[in-house]
């Protein structure tokens, strides 16, 4: 046993030294909506650059897990792009750190350019299912939307109003599974965070306006809605040094050039 001592007293001088590498480390989770999702990890790593006491992690799962994270303390920092935030995060401190559109896309082979309001609805609805009646080839249209609980697809339906989803229209988990499903088919329309768009695919104007960043600033564009932060409480150490850095001029230069709306 007296042999056994000097090994003994080895191994709990290494766990003394691992606990006392991580002594000061602060880290903590962001987690929801994946519109913002790409966003706050490039925030994220920013931060951390600058910070080595500090280690993020970002997740996804929609506005709803956001919520349900923050009021569980699964994550320190929950994620929501919601126009109207539901009775379950009344509690949580919330704060806006950015704007974002919603773009209706299409395919770039898609001639329709337009289209209103009514037309979006009567879409999505199911009420106006082949291309020919807004101006159109002859050719069924494939509806493409996010999932119950996303915020993009909440922000979407209470902007637009009045949507039944109709029912054959295609579920898509993320902003990116959008994107990659209107990309591959010629006849799908959805919808998606305007910081998004890229050249495969093509984002339509909604009564005459651009889903760009000029027109929603200018207010000329509707389908607009808030990134919100939440947190169980008053945000305090580097959680709000942090949330400090995303509202900095740096942080919303970040946001704005690729492709969102700063909140100031």
């Known amino acids: ?99 974002d559109g919603i773009a209706v896309v299409v395919n770039p082979k898609n001639q329709v350019n337009n289209l209103s309001t009514d037309q979006v609805r009567d879409i999505f609805n199911g009420k106006i299912a082949n291309w020919k009646e807004v101006g159109g080839v002859d050719a069924a249209i494939t509806v493409v939307s996010r999932e119950a609980g996303s915020g993009t697809r909440s922000s979407f339906e209470q902007i637009i109003t009045n949507i039944t989803l109709k029912k054959d229209a295609l579920i898509q988990d993320s ?28 984002p339509l104007k909604i009564d005459g306006q651009e889903s760009s960043s000029e027109s929603i600033i200018a207010g000329k564009y509707k389908l607009v809605r808030p990134i919100f932060l939440l947190l169980k409480d008053a945000p305090s150490g580097e959680i709000k040094n942090f949330i400090d850095y995303i509202l900095s001029s740096e942080g919303q230069q970040t946001i704005q050039k690729n492709g969102l709306i700063p909140a100031k």
């Open 1 to 99: 046993m007296a042999k056994l001592k000097p090994i003994f007293l080895l191994f709990i001088t290494v766990i003394f030294i691992l606990l006392g590498c991580g002594k000061g480390k602060t880290a903590f989770t962001m987690a929801g909506s994946t519109a913002f999702q790409p966003f706050a990890e490039k925030l994220a790593d920013q931060y951390m650059a600058n910070h080595s006491n500090v280690s993020i992690t970002v997740q996804g799962g929609g506005s709803a897990v956001g919520i349900q994270s923050a009021n569980s303390g699964a994550a320190q920092i929950g994620m929501a792009d919601l126009v109207i935030l539901p009775t379950e995060a009344k509690s949580l401190t919330s704060i806006v750190v950015a704007k």
């Open 175 to 202: 902003n990116g599974t959008i994107r990659e499903t209107v990309a591959n088919d010629a006849n799908s329309i959805g919808y998606l965070s305007h910081g998004l768009i890229n050249d495969k695919i093509k």
